[in-house]
C-alpha cells in the first residue's frame, strides 16, 4: 500500500496517519468499491468505501481502538465508560478485547433508552455491561461522564475525543491509498457527532484543498449543521428517522464543531423516504445492506447528482454502518422505492 503525502498537512490529518498505523492488524481495509451504478446516477466516477463490512460492522473500531491503544496501561486498569447510540458501544466492546489491560478492566456502556433494541441486544450478547439512562444521547453522556469522574475511570466519548476523531480519519487515509490517482473531488459523510466527518476532511483537506467534503444528516435529526450555522453547539430537538446511528442531541463544547466548521463544505439533510429509498436501492443494484446512517450519504449523492454537480467528478460515499435491525429492515423494504 503506498504511502500517503499530505503537502497541506494540519494537526488531526497528521494525528489520523499516526492512528491509521497504530490500528493496523486490528482493522479490516475495507472494501472502496466501483458502483458502476451510483457512476450512471451521477455521471461520475462513484465509490462507496464499505465500512458497513469493518468489524463490528461499523467504522467505530477505528476510533474506539485508536484512543484505548493511545492509553497507559495503569489508566486503563482504572475503569473504563462510554456512551453509544449502539454502534461505538459495539466498537469499545471488540477495541477492549485487543488490548489486555481493557480486556481485564472494569468498563461499563451508557445508552439511552432509545437506542435500537437490535443494537443492545447485540451488545449485551457480546458481553458488554449495559446501562440504559435518558431519552437522548446528551442525557446518556452526561449520566457517563459523571459516573466515570466519581468512580476515577476514564470516559471515552463516542465522538467528542481528539483520538477518536483520528482514529476515524484513518478512512481517509486508507481511500487515498486505494483511489486511481490517489485523488478525491467529492467525499460525501454521514453526520452525527462529527467525529468521523471531522476526522476524514481535516485528511482530505490536506491532501487536496479541493475536495468538496459534504456532510449528510437526516432532516430529523440535524445538529450538526444547525450547530455550524449557529456559530455554536445548539440545544434543539430530534425526531424519529431510520438514521438511528447519528440522531440525537451534542455535548456542548465538542471539539468536532471546529472541524466541521472549517473543513466541510456542504450540508445536506435528506428525508425519511429519501433514507428508506436509498437503503433500498444499494440492495437492490449492490446486493449491500447497510443501516439508516449510511442511506443518508447514499440520499445525499442522489440530491447531488440530480442537481448535475457531480458530473465528470470523482466522488466517493462513505458507507458508514451496517447494523440494521430486521424490522426496520422490512419497514424500508416495504416502503422504500429502488432508484431508477
Known sequence: MQAVQLPHTNELAAAAVEAHARIQGHVLC?????????????GCSAFLKLESEQHTNSFKVRG?????LSMPDEQIRQGLVTCSTGNHALAFVYACSRSA?????HSTIYLPTTASPAKVAKLRAEGGNVVQFGQDCVDAERQARSVAQQQGSTYI??????????????????????????????????????????????????????CMVVGAQPAASDVMRQSVAAGSIVDVPSGETLSDATAGGIEEGAITLQPCQQYVDTWLTVSEQEIADAVNSLLHYHSKLVEGAAGCGLAAFRQLAQAGELRGKQVAVVCCGGNIAVPVLQSVLQTGAVWP
Open 30 to 42: 475495507t472494501n472502496l468499491m466501483h458502483s458502476h451504478w451510483l457512476s450512471s446516477v451521477g
Open 101 to 105: 489491560a481493557a480486556s481485564q478492566a
Open 157 to 210: 466519548s463516542p465522538y467528542n475525543d481528539w483520538h477518536i476523531m483520528a482514529g476515524q480519519g484513518s478512512i481517509a487515509v486508507e481511500m487515498l491509498t486505494q483511489l486511481p490517482q490517489g485523488k478525491l473531488d467529492v467525499c460525501i459523510v454521514p453526520v452525527g457527532g462529527g467525529g468521523l466527518i471531522a476526522g476524514i476532511a481535516a485528511v482530505l483537506k490536506a491532501a487536496h484543498p479541493g
Open 64 to 68: 474506539a481502538l485508536n484512543k484505548i
